[in-house]
Structures are given as C-alpha cells and as structure tokens.
C-alpha cells in the first residue's frame, strides 16, 4: 500500500509539472491544461482515499482502539 501511496504521490508531482510547464507556454493548449488538470484531480482524490484507507487499517489494528476494555 505504501508504494501506491508513494507512486500516486510521484504521478501528483509530474503532472503538477505538466501543467506549470504548459501554463509557462506563450500560447498555452487549453483543451491540455485541461485534460491534465482532470487528471491531476483524480490522482489527488485518489491519495487522499488511499490515505484515509491506511489510518483505518492502523486504527483497526492499534490496541488502543478499546481503550476500556478488560476493565
């Protein structure tokens, strides 16, 4: 899980790059700044996911989970 987490964080970073580089053009293709910023969203939407999915699996996990238990 750990290394999609940080290949989504790689593929985040280059496509951050894209879009800086396309929006330095002079004339910059709007329909490509476009396409990569959509992209781009749904990368984010999927680490944000891919984060929340990996607290739960440590809160599941973690003793203090049941604080009260066995009192």
Do not use: C, W
Not at 9 to 34: F, G, S
Not at 50 to 65: F, G, H, T
């Amino acid at each position: 899980m750990l290394n999609r987490f940080l290949s989504l964080r790689r593929r985040h970073a280059a496509l951050d790059a894209a879009v800086e580089t396309e929006q330095a053009r002079p004339a910059p293709d709007t329909l490509a700044l476009t396409m990569l910023k959509k992209e781009k969203l749904a990368v984010k939407e999927e680490l944000i996911r891919a984060a929340r999915n990996r607290v739960r699996r440590k809160l599941r996990r973690s003793p203090l989970r049941y604080p009260m238990q066995g009192v």
